[in-house]
């Protein structure tokens, strides 16, 4: 399931994308929030990829990297 760049987007997305999960059953609910976890890991890659490319290609403060995300993400 890929989303075409090119649709156009509703002014009021977020609303619109709201109203569609508080009407969804809980078992698709469920499935929106694990491909909302893929999609910020794939963002997060993404970033850490740049990074490390930035840096010359070392990964040295990857650890670094995942604990302060993790940290972020239980304080949010």
Same mark, same amino acid.
Request: glycine letters at 0%.
């Given at each position: 399931?890929?989303?075409s760049l090119? =649709? #156009? =987007? #509703?002014?009021n997305l977020r609303e619109q %994308? !709201? =109203?569609?999960?508080?009407?969804m059953p809980e078992s698709? %609910?469920? =499935?929106v929030? &694990? !491909?909302l976890l893929l999609a910020e890991k794939i963002r997060l890659r993404? &970033?850490?990829s740049e990074q490390? &490319?930035?840096e010359g290609g070392t990964w040295i403060d990857l650890p670094e990297l995942i604990a302060a995300y993790r940290a972020q993400k239980r304080s949010a």
């Open positions: 399931m890929k989303a090119n =649709q #156009p =987007q #509703p002014h %994308v !709201l =109203q569609r999960i508080s009407a698709d %609910v469920a =499935q929030y &694990e !491909l993404a &970033e850490i490390a &490319e930035a």
